[in-house]
């Protein structure tokens, strides 16, 4: 089996170049649409098909990654996302733009559950939230600088960004080709069923209850992200500016925790009891946001909350791989098709909700936390009857 200490690093780089990649677009990608002539609803339906796409298409990578090896499939998603990028980039018309996002949405759901699965690969059950943490800390850290780049890259041409983002991309294929080896072995390959039964194996027992679990957190989060800076700005008088620095301070903060804290805690605590006190806090930080009334209160609120929810996934992630039958690749696969279905629906319940009153998606955030709260529960209960009837 491949050297831990090797292999996690560079799985931190890819990820961490995969996401800045992904975030430079962020800031620019309305208006770069609108330029082309989209309208604010061809905008939503161009955000909203990149994550249909990986809703549908994340188990199948996973899948495709039990039966060939993980690093072939994280190189494809690598070059979709090149290739997408560079599309974008060239794009002339609406038609060309959704051609990319599709092509982007469907190669790319290939990243990020086969590296879960390659971690799940790597480590030993008791090391496996650190390495989940990790991937979790990479991620963020890429949300954090890749819009501000895509802020600065913006200020030379809009498509800039989408041209920088591509050759981000096409580097971190090679530094995948050249430094990373494949940690599936070739006798353990192929040993799923057809992809049907995979499917249904994977969604039986007890374990079933954490892909909802996970399904609640991204709701949530999705609603707040699709909401704060309306809140911030109707509470706080906040800006653009601050708004960037108050998410910066929330992402450092969450994946300082992911990358140090949850390996430590998952290994000493177990990942049950760290998936309790990460949807606690992340009930808090929702109940703290609504008292927001300037930068400070913003940063320190939405920090708590980004705290609790950066340790529920790294931790969801190793359960789920320490007790499911199915690959590794069919479950990471399905975990992150079920986060991508969470970032579908939240953002236009959450702009429902905030239609209705501006409180509304975080009093929604603190119900969904405890209904996650319960589902864990209802999961812990199941599991030790299954283990006493055995």
Same mark, same amino acid.
Request: no cysteine; charged share 10%; hydrophobic share 55%.
């Given at each position: 089996m491949l050297e831990t200490k090797r292999a996690l690093p560079i799985l931190f780089a890819?990820?961490?170049l995969v996401?800045?990649?992904?975030?430079?677009?962020?800031?620019?990608?309305?208006?770069?649409?609108?330029?082309?002539?989209?309208?604010?609803?061809?905008?939503?339906?161009?955000?909203?098909?990149?994550?249909?796409?990986?809703?549908i298409f994340a188990p199948v990578w996973g899948r495709v990654s039990d039966r060939i090896g993980r690093k072939p499939v994280i190189m494809i998603g690598i070059s979709g996302l090149a290739l997408s990028f560079?599309?974008?980039?060239?794009?002339?018309?609406?038609?060309?733009?959704?051609?990319?996002?599709?092509?982007?949405?469907?190669?790319?759901?290939?990243?990020?559950?086969?590296?879960?699965?390659?971690?799940?690969?790597?480590?030993?059950?008791?090391?496996?939230?650190?390495?989940?943490?990790?991937?979790?800390?990479?991620t963020g850290l890429g949300f954090v600088f890749g819009p501000a780049l895509g802020g600065v890259f913006s200020k030379i041409s809009l498509s800039m960004p989408f041209y920088i983002a591509g050759v981000l991309s096409l580097f971190t294929f090679f530094l995948v080709l050249f430094l990373l080896k494949e940690s599936l072995?070739?006798?353990?390959?192929?040993?799923?069923?057809?992809?049907?039964?995979?499917?249904?194996?994977?969604?039986?027992?007890?374990?079933?209850?954490?892909?909802?679990?996970?399904?609640?957190?991204?709701?949530?989060?999705?609603?707040?992200?699709?909401?704060?800076?309306?809140?911030?700005?109707?509470?706080?008088?906040?800006?653009?500016v601050e708004l960037g620095y108050v998410f910066m301070i929330m992402g450092f903060a969450g994946a300082l925790v992911q990358g140090g804290l949850v390996g430590r805690m998952t290994k000493r605590f177990g990942e049950g009891i760290v998936i309790q006190f990460?949807?606690?806090?992340?009930?808090?930080?929702? $109940?703290?946001?609504?008292?927001?009334?300037?930068?400070?209160?913003?940063?320190?609120?939405?920090?708590?909350?980004?705290? $609790?929810n950066g340790v529920i996934r790294p931790s969801v992630s190793a359960l789920l791989t320490k007790t499911s039958s199915a690959g590794h690749g069919s479950t990471t696969g399905l975990l992150s098709s079920f986060d991508s279905l969470g970032r579908i629906a939240g953002p236009p319940l959450g702009g429902w909700l905030f239609h209705i009153a501006i409180g509304l998606p975080y009093i929604s955030g603190v119900i969904l936390s405890i209904l996650a709260f319960m589902l864990y529960l209802t999961y812990n209960a199941q599991a030790k009857k299954l283990l006493s009837v055995r």
């Open positions: 890819v990820m961490f996401m800045v990649g992904f975030g430079i677009i962020i800031p620019v990608m309305p208006f770069y649409a609108e330029n082309i002539g989209a309208s604010p609803l061809e905008l939503g339906w161009l955000m909203a098909v990149y994550s249909l796409m990986q809703l560079i599309l974008m980039g060239l794009s002339s018309a609406l038609w060309m733009l959704f051609a990319a996002r599709v092509i982007g949405g469907i190669l790319s759901a290939a990243n990020m559950p086969t590296v879960m699965a390659y971690v799940a690969d790597i480590t030993s059950a008791e090391d496996r939230g650190k390495g989940m943490g990790v991937v979790g800390a990479a072995p070739q006798e353990n390959r192929g040993r799923q069923k057809n992809e049907t039964s995979s499917i249904w194996e994977t969604l039986q027992g007890p374990k079933a209850i954490l892909y909802f679990l996970q399904l609640f957190i991204s709701l949530s989060l999705s609603g707040l992200e699709a909401t704060f800076a309306y809140f911030a700005a109707e509470k706080a008088g906040l800006g653009a990460g949807i606690i806090i992340s009930a808090i930080g929702f $109940g703290l946001i609504l008292l927001v009334d300037n930068f400070t209160t913003a940063a320190i609120y939405l920090t708590i909350f980004g705290i $609790g």
